[in-house]
């Protein structure tokens, strides 16, 4: 199905480029978007990515494009409609727009900031995924870019950099690697300073960082299990429970046994 997608993204993306009309693009991501549903159509909206990225010489008018798709909101498009996928591409779109150039990565996180913060959940996890993409085409930008993110009361922005930044792939340089624990460790400081844990926003943080904290201490270990053992030792509890939701997962639990172990200890003695 990818070459499928493919094919077609090329020909419609040459339509508009013939017409500036967009209508068809949107009916066809719509009509594949596989929503409503438990999950949208990750493998389309890949190939929309690609297909937006490759045309080079055009990238204003691509960029055009996604933004329009990215203005689509909510009323207009809510959640598990098929119209949200269209607004779900616009961001991946961005993102891959973005990736060629300093420059561009730095604007692209000025677009996708504000989509960090939307109500609808499938379009912030498009925003993880174009900050994937950005950080590994431009890292160094990227990095500096998202520093700004993590803020006070930004919770839905520092979850997106959390999600963004927990994956392997863009990890493998050990600087970048470094940077994503260092950025998670601000995030976690600033989690811990929140006095309204119990709102949505920083519940959804919480639940990003069960799972994210362990990709970025897998990428660099000696930095990142430094860190875990300090916040074994403050005793808050829902710090505590971070911890120990991310020691069960496999990949530090199987490669690093003895250092989670360790830490386990510190938290059964706390």
Request: hydrophobic share 45%; charged share 30%.
């Amino acid at each position: 199905m990818r070459r499928e997608y493919a094919r077609e993204f090329t020909d419609r993306l040459e339509l508009f480029l013939n017409r500036w009309v967009d209508e068809d693009l949107r009916a066809y991501v719509a009509a594949n978007s596989r929503l409503p549903g438990p999950r949208g159509n990750l493998e389309l909206a890949d190939a929309f990515a690609e297909a937006v990225a490759a045309q080079e010489k055009e990238w204003k008018a691509m960029w055009t494009l996604c933004s329009r798709w990215t203005a689509i909101s909510p009323e207009e498009a809510p959640t598990n409609d098929p119209r949200e996928f269209v607004a779900f591409c616009g961001a991946r779109g961005i993102g891959a727009l973005g990736a060629p150039s300093p420059a561009r990565a730095r604007e692209a996180l000025v677009h996708l900031r504000t989509l960090a913060r939307d109500p609808r959940w499938r379009v912030r996890e498009a925003v993880a995924m174009a900050i994937q993409d950005l950080v590994a085409g431009q890292p160094a930008a990227a990095l500096r870019s998202l520093e700004d993110w993590v803020a006070p009361g930004a919770w839905l922005e520092m979850r997106a950099v959390a999600a963004g930044l927990a994956e392997p792939r863009v990890l493998k340089e050990g600087k970048v690697a470094r940077a994503a624990v260092d950025m998670h460790a601000e995030i976690v400081r600033r989690f811990r300073a929140a006095e309204d844990r119990g709102s949505d926003a920083v519940r959804t943080l919480r639940q990003c960082l069960a799972y994210s904290v362990s990709v970025v201490v897998a990428a660099a270990p000696e930095e990142g299990f430094r860190w875990m053992t300090r916040l074994a030792a403050t005793k808050d509890p829902d710090v505590t429970w971070i911890l120990k939701e991310n020691l069960k997962k496999s990949r530090l639990a199987d490669a690093f046994p003895g250092r989670v172990e360790r830490i386990q200890t510190l938290l059964r003695r706390g």
